[in-house]
């Protein structure tokens, strides 16, 4: 059984409240960075990377079962790297679905955050395409290797510092 300071730790207050009836939980001050709601009225959580494997378990448990979307940017030239998730909870006779956003950030020097491959597998090609083109490795990814760039291309081509090479591939136009 998970801890009770373990979910208060890490789960948003509007999660903890629909979910969980312990008023111990939610008295307690929760430790996270909520960046706010999109035009959907989706709350957005910032989660630390090596916390990200522990929580996506839990959300998975709770009902978060659907993983709409994983994608990955770079935040500025130099700075971090973003990871994105956009998960669902999805239930027979619900016609409005709850979602939340998960952003997990890492410093570009070393880029690495914990798959979430074995709980969501249709994260799969995602990962892949967020390492080629940014260089994020998900660490336990079963297959983390190129999808759209040649395997020996050099850089990640969507970095903001990203320098194009000075050539062109020529190609047979048929």
Not at 43 to 72: F, M
């Amino acid at each position: 059984m998970i801890k009770d300071s373990f979910i208060n730790h890490y789960l948003p207050q509007r999660f903890l409240l629909k979910h969980f009836s312990n008023t111990k939980l939610v008295k307690r001050a929760l430790i996270h960075r909520s960046l706010g709601f999109d035009y959907q009225g989706i709350e957005t959580l910032q989660i630390k990377p090596g916390d990200w494997h522990s929580i996506a378990v839990i959300l998975y448990v709770y009902g978060y079962n659907y993983l709409r979307s994983q994608c990955a940017y770079d935040v500025a030239p130099g700075g971090l790297l973003a990871s994105v998730y956009h998960l669902t909870r999805i239930e027979y006779g619900v016609d409005q679905p709850e979602e939340v956003c998960i952003k997990v950030f890492s410093p570009r020097k070393d880029p690495r955050i914990p798959s979430v491959f074995w709980i969501w597998k249709s994260v799969d090609f995602q990962e892949r395409e967020s390492y080629d083109m940014l260089g994020i490795c998900y660490d336990n990814h079963p297959r983390l290797k190129r999808i759209l760039m040649p395997e020996s291309w050099i850089g990640w081509p969507l970095r903001k510092d990203y320098i194009a090479p000075n050539f062109y591939e020529i190609q047979d136009a048929h």
